[in-house]
């Protein structure tokens, strides 16, 4: 059992930066790999960002690319995601999950078994 809490959320200015954290308690947070999610008002949750067991591989959504970065430290039982040159686009509340291992898809919400609260992220214009 793991348990997630994010942290690092607020409001900014856009083009401006945030830097998120999540530390997991509870489990082994080296042996998930981890995504961020966010929900905007009236959307569905999307995956923002994942990152394997050892860092090594991560991915991200399109519209993100160049901009975040996901990384994790499992030395701390941490993961991060760095939010540069925001945009109004951007607001939502980003949440940390953890997935099961072994699966294809790590794009799925429901490969991630365990969910942070949620910080909530406002990017202004």
């Known amino acids: 059992q793991v348990q997630l809490v994010e942290s690092g959320g607020g409001l900014v200015q856009a083009g401006g930066s945030l830097r998120l954290s999540c530390a997991a308690s509870?489990?082994?947070?080296?042996?998930?790999?981890m995504g961020w999610f966010r929900q905007a008002p009236g959307k569905g949750r999307e995956l923002v960002a994942r990152?394997?067991?050892?860092?090594?591989?991560?991915r991200y959504l399109d519209s993100v690319k160049g901009r975040f970065t996901i990384s994790r430290d499992n030395a701390k039982n941490t993961v991060y995601l760095q939010m540069n040159s925001l945009k109004p686009e951007d607001t939502a509340v980003y949440y940390c999950?953890?997935?099961?291992?072994?699966?294809?898809?790590?794009?799925?919400?429901?490969?991630?078994?365990?969910w942070g609260q949620g910080t909530q992220v406002t990017v202004s214009s």
């Open positions: 990152i394997n067991l050892s860092g090594v591989t991560t």
């Open positions: 999950a953890a997935a099961r291992l072994g699966l294809t898809n790590y794009e799925r919400s429901s490969s991630y078994d365990y």
């Open positions: 509870g489990g082994s947070f080296s042996m998930h790999p």
